[in-house]
């Protein structure tokens, strides 16, 4: 088992549908064994079952990527910005099993959503809307490639850059 330094990322407590922050934590114990005991897999895209939102705002979803093991706690990437969370910033939810629930995610769900790209994986990153899709399949799923995942499809982004550009989804397991 090692201990890596990482970015700080806020672990929750989902109570009354709103997340409250509960601590911040800057180092994570990996470990070789991790999500023997979590339903939630890496890779698997999630939403919290009490999530509260406002009437104009669209599902805030989440993917996870760090199972729950007995030495290591869930780490949630959030897919879309919503009004709780940026784009690319981790979560660790306080009681995923009764939190969480997997969630089929549509092409269709992440048009006009704000979300993280990489030009490549070793390049930036850029955050910028999706505005198409590319693909027939019927649902986004992520696929471990090197130390990312990667979606099984790919998306076209408006960037903050006003740029248009193509690609995959692709999130960096380093948080």
């Known amino acids: 088992m090692s201990q890596q330094k990482l970015e700080p990322f806020m672990k929750i407590n989902m109570e009354a549908g709103i997340p409250n922050v509960l601590a911040v934590a800057d180092t994570f114990q990996l470990s070789e064994n991790a999500g023997v005991n979590s339903k939630f ?50 979560v660790i939810p306080e009681f995923p099993e009764e939190d969480l629930r997997h969630v ?17 994986p070793d390049e930036s990153i850029l955050t910028g809307s999706v505005v198409n899709y590319v693909g027939e399949e019927e649902f986004i799923t992520f696929y471990l490639e090197d130390s990312f995942l990667v979606s099984n ?7 903050s850059d006003d740029l248009f550009m193509r690609g995959n989804i692709l999130i960096g397991l380093y948080y």
């Open 41 to 90: 897999k890496v890779g698997q895209v999630v939403r919290f079952r009490n999530y509260k939102r406002n009437a104009a705002e669209k599902e805030a979803y989440f993917v996870v990527i760090c199972e729950a093991s007995a030495e290591n706690e869930m780490v949630l990437y959030t897919l879309t910005t919503n009004r709780l969370f940026p784009c690319g910033s981790t």
């Open 104 to 120: 089929d995610l549509k092409p269709e769900d992440l048009l006009k959503k704000e979300v993280f790209m990489y030009q490549k």
């Open 153 to 159: 499809m790919k998306v076209d982004y408006h960037t």
